[in-house]
Protein backbone atom coordinates (compact mmCIF):
# COMPACT_ATOMS: atom_id res chain seq x y z
CA UNK A 1 0.00 0.00 0.00
CA UNK A 2 1.09 3.68 -0.87
CA UNK A 3 2.86 5.04 2.48
CA UNK A 4 2.76 9.21 2.79
CA UNK A 5 5.30 10.29 5.51
CA UNK A 6 4.59 13.65 7.36
CA UNK A 7 7.44 15.11 9.96
CA UNK A 8 5.21 15.00 13.14
CA UNK A 9 5.75 18.98 14.31
CA UNK A 10 6.96 22.22 12.80
CA UNK A 11 7.30 25.25 14.82
CA UNK A 12 7.63 28.53 13.56
CA UNK A 13 7.48 32.12 14.92
CA UNK A 14 4.29 34.50 13.71
CA UNK A 15 5.42 36.14 10.28
CA UNK A 16 7.90 33.68 9.06
CA UNK A 17 7.40 30.55 6.78
CA UNK A 18 6.16 27.36 7.85
CA UNK A 19 7.03 24.76 5.35
CA UNK A 20 5.40 21.03 6.13
CA UNK A 21 6.95 17.89 3.48
CA UNK A 22 4.72 15.14 2.28
CA UNK A 23 6.93 11.92 1.48
CA UNK A 24 5.36 9.17 -0.65
CA UNK A 25 7.46 6.98 -3.43
CA UNK A 26 7.03 9.53 -6.87
CA UNK A 27 4.67 11.68 -5.07
CA UNK A 28 5.39 13.57 -7.84
CA UNK A 29 3.27 11.96 -10.46
CA UNK A 30 0.17 12.63 -8.44
CA UNK A 31 -2.26 15.22 -7.45
CA UNK A 32 -1.74 15.62 -3.37
CA UNK A 33 -4.51 17.65 -1.42
CA UNK A 34 -3.84 19.37 1.85
CA UNK A 35 -6.03 19.57 4.78
CA UNK A 36 -5.90 21.85 7.68
CA UNK A 37 -7.60 20.49 10.97
CA UNK A 38 -8.27 22.32 14.11
CA UNK A 39 -9.00 20.69 17.41
CA UNK A 40 -12.54 19.23 17.35
CA UNK A 41 -13.14 20.72 13.88
CA UNK A 42 -13.30 18.55 11.00
CA UNK A 43 -10.58 19.02 8.51
CA UNK A 44 -10.88 22.08 5.83
CA UNK A 45 -8.78 21.94 2.47
CA UNK A 46 -6.12 23.94 1.87
CA UNK A 47 -4.70 22.80 -1.10
CA UNK A 48 -5.89 20.79 -3.72
CA UNK A 49 -3.98 19.17 -7.18
CA UNK A 50 -0.85 20.30 -5.88
CA UNK A 51 -0.76 24.09 -5.93
CA UNK A 52 -4.53 25.34 -6.38
CA UNK A 53 -6.10 26.86 -3.43
CA UNK A 54 -10.10 26.51 -2.56
CA UNK A 55 -11.86 29.78 -3.15
CA UNK A 56 -11.44 31.43 0.66
CA UNK A 57 -8.21 30.17 1.38
CA UNK A 58 -5.75 33.17 1.92
CA UNK A 59 -2.94 33.28 -0.87
CA UNK A 60 -0.28 32.51 2.38
CA UNK A 61 -1.13 28.87 1.30
CA UNK A 62 0.74 28.01 -1.32
CA UNK A 63 1.56 23.76 -2.49
CA UNK A 64 4.58 21.95 -4.74
CA UNK A 65 4.82 18.79 -5.63
CA UNK A 66 7.92 16.74 -7.30
CA UNK A 67 9.87 13.53 -7.02
CA UNK A 68 9.20 12.00 -3.93
CA UNK A 69 8.02 15.59 -2.10
CA UNK A 70 4.81 17.19 -1.88
CA UNK A 71 5.17 20.37 0.02
CA UNK A 72 3.05 22.85 1.95
CA UNK A 73 3.85 26.36 2.53
CA UNK A 74 2.03 28.76 4.77
CA UNK A 75 3.81 32.43 4.43
CA UNK A 76 3.28 35.21 6.90
CA UNK A 77 2.35 32.60 9.58
CA UNK A 78 -0.86 33.56 12.29
CA UNK A 79 -1.68 32.72 15.35
CA UNK A 80 -4.84 31.51 13.74
CA UNK A 81 -2.89 28.93 11.15
CA UNK A 82 -1.96 27.05 14.43
CA UNK A 83 -3.69 23.26 13.23
CA UNK A 84 -2.42 19.68 12.26
CA UNK A 85 -1.88 19.67 8.36
CA UNK A 86 -2.61 16.57 6.46
CA UNK A 87 -1.74 15.67 3.22
CA UNK A 88 -3.73 13.04 1.06
CA UNK A 89 -3.53 11.43 -2.77
CA UNK A 90 -5.69 9.01 -4.59
CA UNK A 91 -3.78 5.68 -5.23
CA UNK A 92 -4.75 2.52 -7.74
CA UNK A 93 -2.07 0.51 -7.30
CA UNK A 94 -4.66 -2.24 -5.35
CA UNK A 95 -7.99 -0.81 -5.94
CA UNK A 96 -8.92 2.33 -5.50
CA UNK A 97 -7.66 4.03 -2.11
CA UNK A 98 -6.78 7.59 -0.40
CA UNK A 99 -3.99 8.09 1.56
CA UNK A 100 -3.58 10.12 4.08
CA UNK A 101 -0.50 11.38 5.60
CA UNK A 102 0.78 11.17 9.00
CA UNK A 103 0.14 14.72 9.79
CA UNK A 104 2.03 17.44 10.70
CA UNK A 105 1.32 19.63 14.05
CA UNK A 106 2.16 23.29 13.27
CA UNK A 107 3.10 25.54 16.53
CA UNK A 108 3.12 29.45 16.33
CA UNK A 109 5.73 30.34 18.63
CA UNK B 1 -26.61 25.80 3.03
CA UNK B 2 -24.80 22.34 1.77
CA UNK B 3 -23.72 20.10 4.93
CA UNK B 4 -23.63 16.66 5.93
CA UNK B 5 -24.82 15.94 9.06
CA UNK B 6 -23.58 12.11 11.14
CA UNK B 7 -25.55 10.54 13.64
CA UNK B 8 -25.11 6.76 15.40
CA UNK B 9 -22.31 6.94 17.06
CA UNK B 10 -22.28 6.04 20.79
CA UNK B 11 -20.78 3.08 23.02
CA UNK B 12 -20.65 -0.22 21.71
CA UNK B 13 -19.18 -3.53 23.02
CA UNK B 14 -16.45 -6.02 20.66
CA UNK B 15 -18.01 -7.71 18.61
CA UNK B 16 -21.19 -5.74 18.54
CA UNK B 17 -22.63 -4.07 15.45
CA UNK B 18 -23.43 -0.08 15.02
CA UNK B 19 -24.86 1.87 11.72
CA UNK B 20 -23.92 5.58 11.20
CA UNK B 21 -25.81 7.83 9.28
CA UNK B 22 -24.89 10.81 7.19
CA UNK B 23 -27.81 13.08 6.17
CA UNK B 24 -27.39 15.53 3.29
CA UNK B 25 -29.15 18.55 2.58
CA UNK B 26 -28.75 21.19 -0.02
CA UNK B 27 -26.55 18.51 -1.86
CA UNK B 28 -27.57 15.14 -3.73
CA UNK B 29 -25.66 11.82 -2.11
CA UNK B 30 -26.66 9.61 -5.12
CA UNK B 31 -25.60 11.86 -7.32
CA UNK B 32 -21.58 12.05 -5.56
CA UNK B 33 -19.28 9.92 -4.57
CA UNK B 34 -19.21 9.76 -1.10
CA UNK B 35 -16.94 8.51 2.21
CA UNK B 36 -16.26 7.73 5.49
CA UNK B 37 -12.57 8.56 6.73
CA UNK B 38 -11.77 8.46 10.83
CA UNK B 39 -9.87 9.29 13.00
CA UNK B 40 -8.72 7.42 16.28
CA UNK B 41 -7.83 9.88 19.47
CA UNK B 42 -5.36 11.74 19.00
CA UNK B 43 -4.62 9.93 15.82
CA UNK B 44 -4.75 10.88 12.21
CA UNK B 45 -6.84 10.63 9.66
CA UNK B 46 -8.03 6.94 7.88
CA UNK B 47 -9.72 6.63 4.90
CA UNK B 48 -12.82 3.87 5.60
CA UNK B 49 -14.64 3.27 2.47
CA UNK B 50 -16.10 4.76 -0.60
CA UNK B 51 -19.32 4.49 -2.57
CA UNK B 52 -19.03 6.04 -6.37
CA UNK B 53 -22.25 7.22 -7.59
CA UNK B 54 -22.84 4.13 -9.95
CA UNK B 55 -22.88 1.99 -6.91
CA UNK B 56 -19.63 0.53 -6.60
CA UNK B 57 -17.90 0.28 -3.47
CA UNK B 58 -14.50 -0.17 -1.76
CA UNK B 59 -12.96 -0.76 1.33
CA UNK B 60 -9.86 0.21 2.97
CA UNK B 61 -8.29 -3.64 4.12
CA UNK B 62 -8.44 -2.75 7.83
CA UNK B 63 -12.63 -2.66 7.99
CA UNK B 64 -13.44 -4.96 4.31
CA UNK B 65 -15.66 -7.93 5.28
CA UNK B 66 -16.50 -6.38 8.02
CA UNK B 67 -18.27 -2.85 7.30
CA UNK B 68 -20.54 -1.98 4.39
CA UNK B 69 -21.54 1.35 3.13
CA UNK B 70 -24.59 2.37 1.34
CA UNK B 71 -27.47 4.66 0.92
CA UNK B 72 -31.08 5.87 0.43
CA UNK B 73 -31.82 7.51 -2.45
CA UNK B 74 -35.37 8.58 -0.82
CA UNK B 75 -33.87 9.45 1.98
CA UNK B 76 -30.68 11.59 0.30
CA UNK B 77 -28.61 9.54 3.72
CA UNK B 78 -25.15 7.76 3.38
CA UNK B 79 -24.66 4.75 5.91
CA UNK B 80 -21.93 2.31 7.14
CA UNK B 81 -23.28 -0.78 8.08
CA UNK B 82 -19.95 -1.82 11.02
CA UNK B 83 -20.16 -5.42 12.21
CA UNK B 84 -17.33 -7.33 14.58
CA UNK B 85 -15.98 -4.02 16.28
CA UNK B 86 -13.46 -4.03 17.73
CA UNK B 87 -11.16 -1.79 19.96
CA UNK B 88 -9.10 -0.73 17.58
CA UNK B 89 -12.18 0.55 15.42
CA UNK B 90 -12.91 3.46 18.23
CA UNK B 91 -12.36 6.85 16.31
CA UNK B 92 -14.19 9.94 15.07
CA UNK B 93 -16.14 8.88 11.86
CA UNK B 94 -16.66 11.56 9.20
CA UNK B 95 -18.73 11.30 6.14
CA UNK B 96 -17.68 13.53 2.95
CA UNK B 97 -17.58 14.16 -0.16
CA UNK B 98 -15.18 13.48 -2.92
CA UNK B 99 -14.63 15.14 -6.16
CA UNK B 100 -14.12 13.27 -9.21
CA UNK B 101 -11.47 15.52 -10.99
CA UNK B 102 -9.16 15.26 -8.16
CA UNK B 103 -10.20 13.12 -6.02
CA UNK B 104 -10.31 15.23 -2.69
CA UNK B 105 -12.53 15.67 0.05
CA UNK B 106 -14.55 18.66 -0.53
CA UNK B 107 -17.35 18.80 2.24
CA UNK B 108 -17.59 17.61 5.50
CA UNK B 109 -20.20 16.61 8.29
CA UNK B 110 -18.61 17.39 11.83
CA UNK B 111 -18.27 13.83 12.77
CA UNK B 112 -19.46 10.99 15.02
CA UNK B 113 -17.76 9.17 17.93
CA UNK B 114 -17.77 5.89 17.81
CA UNK B 115 -16.15 3.81 20.81
CA UNK B 116 -15.84 0.11 21.29
CA UNK B 117 -15.06 -1.09 24.60
CA UNK B 118 -16.45 -3.34 27.76
Known amino acids: SYVLTQPPSVSVAPGQTARITCGGNNIGSKSVHWYQQKPGQAPVLVVYDDSDRPSGIPERFSGSNSGNTATLTISRVEAGDEADYYCQVWDSSSGPTYVFGTGTKVTVL | EVQLVESGGGLIQPGGSLRLSCAAS????????MSWVRQAPGKGLEWVSV???????YYADSVKGRFTISRDNSKNTLYLQMNSLRAEDTAVYYCASLTVTYWYFDLWGRGTLVTVSS
Open chain 2, 51 to 57: IYSGGST
Open chain 2, 26 to 33: GFTVSSNY
